[in-house]
């Protein structure tokens, strides 16, 4: 069986990699000889991180003029093509790809829906969220694409409640984030109850994970307000630590601290989750890797996306909208979850292990579309 994946993937993205790598996983233990084709931003970069897995990749279909004539003159346009054609099923698979926070972002993954559909290819909706479409133009082709495939699972209720409105007698299912199919290490902090551990000392000092991302919508205090709570953080003997989760984060987060991880470096940047005290998160994914090693977290809510995940996993109480990052605001939930710690913690277990439950029945129905 040929499988053709689509995402955002290699685009310096870690969540996206993550994604990647779960639905890989997915698809290699159904049938650990299924050839998988990625369709990637970066296809060089994709077949060397994901070699563990022999998988090809392919540039995406472009989507924008120039680069059309580019692919037609090069020849990747016809090798993506011929690849696709060749292929039994085209996964256009996680992360919230249709969202109309970015202008190119409806078309660019229209277009790869479209030549799939245009190749006659059975295409499986695995893993996204629909979030904010408004435009005429996109809920129409949205619609069309998402009627047509033989398979849909969505990361949230509200992405689920959104297409129930123009899809009827097709099944849709609620699917957990794909970071959930990557092994991790559980965090290894551990609550801290008496008094006298509750002065942290100068040689044991906690860190605080930074995983922020630079939009033009925020507050215009906001920086400053995150400069105030890192000081704040730092007067209470925390260690601050930057993860970017893009390759554009590192300048943005270079006004917080010095420390930084790269996104290239999984390992470093799964390690830090396993050591972290506390995670303050805009990154979606900085969120859900929070949630998948028990981490207790702060998440920012710079998108629909991040509040209906939240929403749905019960944990909406550890969000704040953009506006309400204030020093004092951050530092009364830092407070409530250092001192209900051990009790965050197992239920963060408990989500995980529910996720990873909930998995078997979609999967169920993933082998089904798929005939195996």
Request: charged share 30%; with cysteine.
């Amino acid at each position: 069986m040929k499988i053709t994946l689509c995402g955002n993937y290699g685009d310096g993205n870690f969540g996206d990699e993550l994604i990647l790598e779960g639905l890989i996983r997915t698809l290699k233990d159904f049938n650990t000889k299924m050839e998988i084709t990625v369709l990637s931003a970066n296809p060089q970069e994709t077949i060397e991180k994901f070699a563990k897995y022999d998988v090809k990749a392919l540039n995406k279909f472009p989507a924008g003029i120039r680069s059309f004539f580019k692919g037609l003159f090069n020849g990747n346009f016809k090798k993506t093509y011929k690849e696709v054609k060749s292929s039994d099923f085209f996964i256009l698979g996680g992360g919230g790809l249709f969202d109309e926070s970015r202008k190119a972002s409806n078309l660019i993954w229209g277009i790869q829906a479209w030549f799939a559909y245009r190749l006659k290819r059975k295409v499986i909706m695995y893993g996204q969220n629909l979030g904010g479409i408004k435009s005429k133009l996109a809920l129409k082709y949205v619609k069309r694409f998402f009627r047509k495939a033989e398979f849909i699972a969505v990361r949230d209720e509200d992405s689920k409640n959104f297409l129930r409105k123009f899809i009827k007698g097709k099944k849709i299912m609620v699917m957990p984030d794909l970071v959930f199919k990557i092994p991790v290490k559980p965090n290894t902090q551990n609550a801290q109850n008496d008094e006298k551990s509750k002065t942290t000392t100068a040689n044991t000092a906690n860190t605080a994970v930074l995983a922020l991302r630079k939009i033009k919508e925020r507050p215009q205090d906001f920086d400053q307000n995150i400069k105030n709570f890192t000081k704040l953080l730092k007067q209470q003997n925390y260690s601050v630590k930057a993860l970017n989760f893009h390759r554009k984060d590192a300048k943005y987060q270079q006004e917080f601290t010095e420390n930084h991880l790269d996104y290239s470096d999984k390992d470093a940047m799964l390690e830090s989750y396993s050591k972290a005290k506390i995670i303050l998160g805009m990154r979606l994914h900085s969120i859900l890797l929070a949630i998948r090693t028990r981490t207790p977290f702060i998440a920012l809510n710079y998108n629909p996306k991040v509040q209906n995940i939240l929403e749905t996993l019960g944990l909406s109480q550890y969000l704040l909208e953009l506006d309400q990052v204030t020093p004092a605001k951050l530092n009364k939930l830092l407070i409530e979850i250092s001192h209900n710690y051990a009790q965050i913690q197992e239920k963060l277990e408990r989500i995980t292990q529910h996720q990873e439950e909930s998995f078997q029945k979609v999967e169920e129905h993933l082998k089904k579309a798929l005939g195996i």
